[in-house]
């Protein structure tokens, strides 16, 4: 497959914006501290963090992609329509953000079934994008692919093509992929090569981390010299710094959850401006993308 085309009448390459779209209480590194049993009983977010990005994206005209829980679809119905209401696309993003590398093939498959089934039912609006709980399609859970496949999906963005101590592969390929023998698109979030490994420059805890420059450049440099469309993701918590404190954290998940949140909106802002965006679908998937 070769590099996108697909740019504004600016010229400049689009890139995709995505949301993953789960409350603070829901990510992966609190799993040893939070039971999902008692989920109901936090104070939820993240329906007014994301019609705050919801807002944001409008004033500067971008369509995104929005990876959605089935747990939390199911409690804020209103929000998917407000999302495909907005010209957004609706993707899946698991139900209750179990991690693929935990599941069975089984039970893969009736999360999957399960999640798209509601998304579709509340939208109006057909799903064919999923994206794994912290990125965890490894090497040993290619089956995956096939699965989602099956059940009607047409491209996963679910891999970081790094080495990580939660998730990556770091010998998969930068860029779009053909997997479940050509059914299936997978489109790994965009890194950046510096010193012989691949660097993440697609958003989360990295857009935190580093300065907001190398964000800028690194992004610049793969839409410049890759000739290729970005991917970048954020969650609705990162531009919330008054979300309550979970207490019992280790000295790593503090840092890399509750690092730099005051900070993130404001780039966003930048990232918005500086770069053009647009959905997964309609850059991957459409004619003048890839096909």
């Known amino acids: ?17 995505t949301v993953d779209v789960e409350d603070y209480f829901q990510v992966s590194a609190f799993e040893p501290h939070v039971d999902r049993a008692t989920w109901d009983n936090f104070p939820k977010r993240v329906e007014d963090n994301t019609l705050r990005i919801l807002d944001l994206f409008a004033r500067h005209e971008v369509r995104a992609t929005f990876f959605m829980l089935g747990w939390v679809a199911e409690r804020h119905p209103g929000l998917v329509k407000k999302i495909v ?13 179990i991690r693929v590398n935990t599941q069975t093939p089984e039970a893969f498959r009736d999360d999957i079934e399960r999640t798209r089934s509601l998304l579709q039912d509340l939208s109006g609006e057909p799903v064919i994008g999923y994206r794994a709980a912290s990125y965890s399609i490894g090497t040993n859970e290619a089956w995956a692919w096939d699965q989602l496949a ?14 990580h101590d939660l998730y990556g592969i770091p010998g998969a390929p930068r860029f779009p992929f053909s997997t479940a023998g050509g059914a299936l698109l997978e489109i790994p979030i965009t890194t950046v090569p510096l010193a012989g490994r691949n660097i993440n420059c697609g958003g989360g805890g990295w857009f935190r981390l580093f300065p907001y420059a190398f964000s800028r450049w690194a992004l610049a440099r793969v839409n410049r010299l890759d000739g290729e469309s970005g991917i970048f993701y954020f969650h609705p918590w990162e531009i919330d710094p008054d979300q ?6 280790g000295v790593k998940t503090r840092f890399r959850h509750y690092l730099n949140l005051d900070r993130t909106y404001s780039r966003l802002e930048k990232l918005l401006t500086d770069f053009s965006w647009g959905r997964m679908d309609e850059i991957f998937l459409t004619e003048g993308g890839r096909t």
């Open 244 to 249: 309550p404190r979970q207490q019992q954290l």
């Open 150 to 163: 099956a059940a009607g999906y047409e491209y996963s963005s679910s891999i970081v093509p790094i080495r």
């Open 85 to 97: 209401e907005s010209g957004h696309e609706l993707a899946s993003h698991g139900w209750e953000h």
């Open 1 to 17: 497959m070769g590099a996108p085309v697909v740019t504004l009448d600016s010229g400049r390459m689009c890139n995709a914006m």
